[in-house]
């Protein structure tokens, strides 16, 4: 008993000598103006009670300190290599304010944007912006890393709002909200992966899919 105790201390401290938690600082990005136009969002959150709450206050999450969003200008691709409007260079372009010149819009049906990262990397935050200029919410969001662009190998879900498989992604846990120029960021807990691919359904305004931006924090995965 004495020998597995002093083994167990021993491992105790080994561990201790392992290279010490990176120190965390708050994401920080920039947001967009606050326009609205139709239905505010407390009114939907009557018309549609599943919804989260909408917030007045911006997301937070805590990242190790030097992670930047490393999609700004990286290439995209979707289901949909036309877009009804819109380019799909929009989506990692810096531009959120969410005007024509600033948005993607797909057709009905569960469509996907991708962004290529270039490298694996360690990820911290996804933070996506859907139309918010009037108050909405998007079905069947799902987002997913992984190491390859087909999503075959190490594929890993960091968000999934899809309650009915709907989307043949499996069931998805995560409540659906609103949009608001806030956006909404994802914890993507660091997770590893070259490729992040964004997922949507429908919107409870039309049957389209949009993007205005999506930004991703991470680091170069060692």
């Known amino acids: 008993?004495?020998?597995c105790t002093a083994f167990l201390v021993a491992l105790a401290w080994l561990a201790g000598l392992g290279v010490a938690e990176e120190?965390?600082?708050?994401?920080q990005t920039d947001l967009p103006?606050?326009?609205?136009?139709?239905?505010?969002?407390?009114?939907?959150?009557?018309?549609?009670p599943n919804l989260e709450p909408p917030s007045d206050k911006a997301p937070e999450l805590l990242v190790p300190e030097g992670t930047t969003n490393v999609a700004r200008g990286k290439k995209v691709t979707s289901s949909e290599s036309d877009p009804i409007i819109g380019k799909l260079e929009f989506v990692t372009d810096g531009n959120k304010e969410g005007t024509e010149e600033a948005y993607v819009e797909l057709s009905p049906g569960v469509q996907w944007v991708q962004i290529d990262l270039e490298q694996?990397?360690?990820i911290y935050g996804v933070y996506v912006w859907h139309?918010?200029?009037e108050a909405r919410s998007y079905e069947d969001v799902i987002v997913q890393v992984a190491d390859d662009e087909q999503f075959t190998k190490n594929v890993q879900t960091v968000y999934n709002n899809d309650t009915d498989a709907s989307a043949k992604l499996g069931i998805g846990k995560d409540?659906?909200?609103i949009e608001t120029y806030l956006g909404k960021l994802i914890d993507a807990r660091g997770v590893t992966g070259r490729y992040v691919r964004l997922y949507s359904r429908r919107n409870t305004a039309n049957s389209l899919n949009h993007y205005v931006e999506v930004e991703v924090f991470a680091k170069p995965a060692e």
């Not at 120190?23 to 994401?27: F, G, S, T």
């Open 175 to 177: 409540r659906p909200y």
């Open 131 to 133: 139309f918010f200029r």
């Open 120 to 122: 694996p990397m360690r």
């Open 1 to 3: 008993m004495l020998r």
């Open 33 to 48: 103006r606050e326009v609205l136009a139709g239905t505010p969002p407390d009114v939907l959150a009557r018309l549609y």
């Open 23 to 27: 120190k965390k600082v708050p994401l």
